[in-house]
C-alpha cells in the first residue's frame, strides 16, 4: 500500500450483494481508506489503503468502540483524515465517536444513539409533539404484563435496538402476549449488546408504510428519495418489496416534511444521511423510527435507478462537510422484490430469470446456495432465496415486471421437521 495524505475513512463494508455500488461510487468522490475486520478483496478497486482490525468485541459481540478509534487515531497520525461515514447500522455509533474525537463533520455520538435506541427516539419525539403511538418500554414479562392494558390490544411490540422488522410483532389478545414477548425479547439478542434487554409495547397503527432516504446540513433536513414498503407474514412485518418513484408526490406533501423535518431536529441529527420509516395513519403521518445511515435491501439503488442521485457520493459528500447536489437526473420506477420458501427448508436449488426473459428486469439473482436452511417467522428472518429488481416508466408497469419475474424464480427444496 502506498501511504495517502488524505483519506474519507469507511468504517466497514459490509456484504458485497448489498454494498459495493455505494462504496464504489463514493470512491468516485474522494480517496477512500477502509477499516475492517478482514483484508479486502472486492473492496479493493474501490480503496486506496485500509487497516484490519477486529470491529466486534468477540468476549461481548459489540463494536470495539476503543480499538477502531485507536486505528482511526492511528491513521490520523500520518493522514490528514477528511471525513468518517459507514452503512453498518451496528457502528453508528462509533462512526460518531470517532468524527467526534477527530473533529469531523457528520452525526454527533447522542445523535446517533438517539436514532439506534427506539425507546430514546420515541421518548424525543414524544416531546416535539409529533403524533405518536401509545407506549412504554418494558423489561421484564411482569412489567410487560402490568403496561399492556394501557396500551390496548392489538399493539405491536419490537427489540429496543434492531432493524429490519426483526423481532417486530403484531398481538392481537392477552393469550398470544407472552409468547410474543418472548421472541421480541429473544430478537433483540441477536444485535449489538448495547440495545439487548427491554422490548418496546406500541400501540397497533394501521396505514401505508413507507421509508424516505435523507440528508441533514446544518439541522437542515431534505429528502432524496421515497421507497413504498410491502410486507408479509402476518403478524410480522418480514419486509418482502420496495418501490421508488422518481417523481413521488409524497415528496413534496407539507405533512410529511414537517414531520421528518421536526423528527430530526429532536434527534439531534444535524449533519448526516439518515433512513426514516413513516406508517401514514388516520392520525397523519406518524414515525416508525429513524436509523442513522443509507437504507438496505438495496433501497439506496432503486432510488439511484429511479433518480440518478447517487446515494453513495451522497454519503461521502456529507462526511467531507459539503452539501450534496440532489438534483434527479432520472424520471423512472425502480422496484426490488424478495422471494420467500412456502415452509421452513433446505435448499437443493435456485433459479431465477435471465435478465431479457422479462420487460423491465435489471437484475435477477439467488441469494440461497445449496443446503442453506430457511426459516419463516418467528423461527427465522429475512429467509429469502432470490431477489429481482425492475425498472419501468411508471409504477404500474414496474410492479407488472416485478410479479413477472418473481413468478420466473424457483426453489427446490427439502422440508424441515
Not at 144 to 153: L, V
Not at 163 to 190: K, L, N, Q, T, Y
Request: net charge negative; proline share 7%; with cysteine.
Amino acid at each position: 500500500m502506498t501511504a495517502q495524505t488524505d483519506a474519507l475513512l469507511v468504517i466497514g463494508s459490509g456484504r458485497q450483494r448489498y454494498r459495493q455500488y455505494l462504496l464504489a461510487s463514493a470512491a468516485e468522490r474522494h480517496p477512500l481508506w477502509l477499516i475492517d475486520a478482514a483484508e479486502p478483496t472486492w473492496q479493493r478497486p474501490h480503496v486506496t489503503g485500509w487497516s484490519v482490525v477486529p470491529l466486534l468485541d468477540t468476549d461481548r459481540l459489540v463494536p470495539d468502540r476503543e480499538q477502531i478509534l485507536a486505528t482511526a487515531q492511528e491513521i490520523a497520525a500520518s493522514h490528514r483524515i477528511a471525513g468518517v461515514f459507514t452503512y453498518d447500522e451496528t457502528l453508528v455509533t462509533t462512526t460518531a465517536l470517532i468524527a467526534e474525537k477527530l473533529g469531523l463533520p457528520g452525526l454527533t455520538l447522542d445523535g446517533a444513539d438517539r436514532c439506534r435506541n427506539k425507546h430514546r427516539t420515541r421518548s424525543a419525539l414524544t416531546l416535539a409533539g409529533l403524533p405518536q403511538p401509545r407506549y412504554t418500554l418494558a423489561n421484564t414479562l411482569e412489567e410487560a404484563r402490568e403496561a399492556a392494558p394501557a396500551i390496548g390490544f392489538p399493539m405491536v411490540l419490537k427489540p429496543r435496538g434492531m432493524g429490519a422488522s426483526i423481532g417486530v410483532v403484531r398481538v392481537d389478545d392477552p393469550a398470544a402476549f407472552d409468547d410474543a414477548f418472548a421472541m421480541a425479547e429473544h430478537a433483540g439478542h441477536g444485535g449489538s449488546p448495547d440495545y439487548e434487554g427491554g422490548v418496546l409495547l406500541e400501540e397497533y397503527m394501521t396505514g401505508p408504510e413507507i421509508s424516505i432516504d435523507g440528508i441533514c446540513v446544518d439541522g437542515a433536513y431534505e429528502p432524496m428519495f421515497i421507497a413504498h414498503k410491502q410486507t408479509g407474514f402476518e403478524p410480522y412485518f418480514e419486509e418482502t418489496g420496495h418501490v421508488v418513484e422518481a417523481d413521488d408526490r409524497l415528496l413534496t406533501d407539507p405533512d410529511l416534511l414537517h414531520v421528518l423535518k421536526t423528527a430530526h431536529q429532536a434527534l439531534h441529527v444535524s449533519t448526516g444521511i439518515t433512513h426514516t420509516e413513516v406508517l401514514f395513519t388516520e392520525r397523519g403521518p406518524v414515525v416508525v423510527e429513524v436509523n442513522a445511515r443509507l437504507g438496505g435491501d438495496l433501497i439506496p439503488w432503486l432510488g439511484e435507478l429511479a433518480t440518478g442521485i447517487r446515494p453513495g457520493r451522497v454519503a461521502a459528500e456529507l462526511a467531507l462537510g459539503q452539501r450534496p447536489d440532489l438534483t434527479r437526473t432520472g424520471q423512472r420506477t425502480a422496484g426490488i422484490r424478495f422471494t420467500y420458501p412456502p415452509r421452513n427448508c433446505r435448499v437443493q436449488e435456485v433459479s431465477v430469470p435471465a435478465v431479457g426473459d422479462v420487460e423491465g428486469l435489471l437484475c435477477a439473482e439467488a441469494i440461497a446456495d445449496e443446503g442453506t436452511e430457511l426459516r419463516l417467522p418467528p423461527g427465522g428472518y429475512l429467509s429469502r432465496y432470490a431477489y429481482v429488481v425492475c425498472a419501468a416508466p411508471e409504477r404500474t408497469a414496474c410492479e407488472q415486471s416485478l410479479d413477472k419475474a418473481t413468478d420466473e424464480a424457483h426453489l427446490t427444496f427439502a422440508p424441515l421437521d
